[in-house]
């Protein structure tokens, strides 16, 4: 059994795979493997996890399956995985050489069930944009949505049935919340950023696309989920705050790409319908007061406490028109 398997999906990123896959099998973890899913690449993306599969045979498996998006593809890498733990990292992003062994240590030696680590954003050049997750509370309401900063254990996620949404955007906030809400210990490494997203000048976190509304399906999915494995009711608060964090900033903040504000403001209709139905009482969040909101600017608690009040009232209109302003000045403006 190996320590790590690494998930790695592929779709036509062969500008940046080879530096990707020299971070994995050179980790300074020897007992890894990693799992290339090339996702019907019309590039020399399969041509390159070739190569690296057979000049490192003991530690790199390459699949090929037809194009089908990125939630198919790890989905289909965690059925070929057989670590202890697995791991899922973007074709197009890197890591430090330490990370696995970092994760597994930690791991072991608290017991956890899930371990979370700060990440960097970055831009093509290796330019740092900032970094999150760092010297955040411990705490589920202050995890992020994505897998890749993250180690789980295999057991928890096959036996849970976790997996990814398939052919819709958010795949990755519904795996992630159904692990994580599973787990009965987190671990949390503040140090310094063990992994490095590239955010390319096309990354779809600047783009408005109609998939956005896929985040009410994967919601459903969340919830239906939650609710017949009991533990709605255990985690109810932090369900619905992240539910509210991925529906009003999140979702709404991608919505400012729309250029038709008509069409902006039947989105956040829409948003509070949807949640009015799922948690009727979603404005008396506790962890959206003041006094429960820890280890943040002074900016993001003046934004979650007062903006969900603007959102709960109808004027969430002015919270989207100054963020739509900054981001004409500020193009890698961290989303909410």
């Not at 900032?130 to 254990?153: A, I």
């Not at 994967?218 to 609710?227: R, S, T």
């Not at 369900?239 to 902006?264: D, T």
Request: hydrophobic share 35%; net charge neutral.
């Amino acid at each position: 059994m190996y320590d790590v398997s690494v998930i790695i999906p592929v779709y036509n990123s062969s500008k940046y795979l080879r530096k990707c896959l020299d971070s994995i099998v050179f980790q300074t973890l020897e007992n890894i493997e990693a799992i290339i899913i090339d996702d019907g690449s019309t590039d020399n993306s399969l041509q390159i996890a070739k190569e690296y599969e057979q000049n490192y045979p003991h530690k790199v498996k390459v699949y090929s399956v037809p194009n089908g998006g990125q939630g198919i593809a790890r989905n289909f890498g965690v059925t070929k995985s057989s670590g202890e733990f697995i791991a899922f990292v973007d074709s197009d992003d890197y890591v430090d050489l330490k990370m696995y062994e970092t994760l597994v240590t930690y791991a072991r030696n608290h017991q956890s069930d899930l371990v979370i680590c700060p990440y960097s954003r970055v831009d093509e050049a290796g330019n740092l944009l900032h970094t999150e997750m760092q010297n955040v509370e411990h705490s589920v309401t202050s995890m992020n949505s994505g897998p890749t900063n993250k180690l789980f254990r295999r057991d928890i996620w096959v036996n849970n049935s976790v997996r990814f949404s398939e052919n819709l955007w958010y795949e990755d906030l519904e795996a992630t919340l159904k692990y994580v809400f599973n787990c009965e210990a987190i671990g949390w490494i503040d140090e310094m950023p063990l992994y490095y997203y590239v955010q390319r000048s096309n990354s779809s976190i600047n783009l408005y696309d109609e998939r956005v509304n896929d985040i009410f399906k994967v919601i459903d999915n969340v919830y239906e989920y939650v609710k017949e494995k009991n533990l709605l009711e255990g985690h109810y608060q932090e369900i619905e705050y992240h539910c509210i964090m991925h529906l009003v900033f999140g979702h709404l903040s991608r919505c400012v790409g729309e250029k038709s504000w008509i069409k902006v403001h039947g989105y956040i209709k829409q948003t509070k319908a949807y949640l009015q139905e799922k948690f009727p009482t979603y404005y008396k969040n506790k962890y959206f007061k003041w006094e429960n909101i820890k280890d943040q600017s002074l900016f993001m608690k003046v934004l979650k406490v007062v903006g969900l009040r603007l959102f709960y009232f109808n004027l969430f209109d002015s919270i989207l028109l100054v963020y739509r302003v900054k981001m004409k000045f500020n193009k890698n403006i961290k989303r909410w």
